[in-house]
């Protein structure tokens, strides 16, 4: 098993930035992706971004109405540290939510439901 552990959340202005880290546990050599996903109150919870766990490969996500985050969030990883981090910079009113990491063994990136293993999330909200 591979054991997630989101830290970094809080309360932040419009404008400003957080980065949120997931320290991963356990079986990490049966990782190959650990991505960003975030959940905002009544909603569903949609793909961020993610990283290959061994070829450092990025993918990050669209959203609805034109909403992107590349640009604004970036995703990085240290092997070293078993760490994978979100850096939120400009963050907007919008962005609030609960931030989850995911590990993934096999499957398409985007997919919520293709990812193994989860984090317990921390919150991220942003004032105006």
């Known amino acids: 098993q591979v054991q997630l552990v989101e830290s970094g959340g809080g309360l932040v202005q419009a404008g400003g930035s957080l980065r949120l880290s997931c320290a991963a546990s356990g079986r990490t050599n049966t990782i190959n992706t650990v991505g960003w996903f975030r959940q905002a109150a009544g909603k569903e919870r949609e793909f961020v971004a993610a990283?290959?766990?061994?070829?450092?490969?990025?993918?990050?996500?669209?959203?609805v109405n034109g909403r992107y985050v590349k640009g604004r969030f970036t995703i990085s990883r240290d092997n070293a540290k078993d760490m994978v981090y979100l850096q939120m910079n400009n963050l907007k009113p919008e962005d609030t939510a609960v931030y989850f990491c995911?590990?993934?063994?096999?499957?398409?990136?985007?997919?919520?439901?293709?990812?193994?293993?989860w984090g317990q999330g921390t919150p991220v909200t942003v004032s105006s």
């Open positions: 995911a590990s993934l063994r096999e499957g398409a990136w985007t997919n919520v439901d293709a990812y193994d293993y």
């Open positions: 990283i290959g766990w061994a070829s450092g490969t990025i993918m990050y996500g669209d959203y």
